[in-house]
């Protein structure tokens, strides 16, 4: 698995990105990430499930969150970009979201991260903390069963943009170390 200080792999994948009719997709690539931001990249194994329709719509409620720390948020999977929008066109909690769907179909993003599960070759629930050079600056991998905690990976991002040493249990607003 890709960890920290190595560089996220280049991509370009269709996302869902609307669901206005006509508007649905585009196309994301790393480079449109890499615009003096950092970037958040989550992914999750797969689309019509349980445990992660909780995460992708605590991500969404916490976007603006994740905007006002000048970071992009993109949401992932091997689901292609049509399965992404029937999912959201049928579960009222993704309609509205507000950041891309990543369509990996063909797992070469999730299999040049490492984290494609054995047997099924889904994406484990992995997160990234990219900063705008492109670089793996914090990395999170939960169990199958297991959903993430969204106000960790916020608390992480802050604590990483402050360029400073922050002791445990750290929280934003707090002093850093010297």
Not at 10 to 33: I, P
Not at 69 to 81: K, P
Request: aromatic share 10%.
């Amino acid at each position: 698995m890709l960890s920290i200080g190595e560089k996220f792999p280049d991509f370009k994948k269709t996302a869902v990105v609307s669901v206005e009719a006509g508007k649905e997709f585009d196309t994301l690539s790393l480079g449109d990430l890499l615009n003096g931001n950092w970037s958040v990249i989550f992914w999750w194994p797969k689309d019509f499930t349980f445990v992660c329709p909780t995460e992708i719509t605590s991500f969404n409620d916490h976007y603006e969150e994740f905007k006002n720390l000048g970071a992009n948020l993109v949401g992932a999977s091997t689901d292609s970009e049509f399965v992404h929008l029937a999912w959201r066109n049928s579960h009222p909690g993704l309609k509205k979201l507000k950041f891309p769907m990543l369509a990996d179909t063909s797992k070469s993003l999730a299999e040049a991260l490492g984290i494609l599960e054995s047997s099924e070759k889904i994406a484990y629930r992995a997160t990234f903390i990219v900063d705008p050079e492109g670089v793996i600056r914090w990395v999170c991998v939960n169990d199958l069963a297991v959903g993430r905690n969204v106000k960790e990976v916020l608390r992480v991002l802050e604590a990483l943009k402050t360029g400073a040493l922050t002791p445990c249990d750290w929280e934003p607003g707090q002093a850093t170390l010297n």
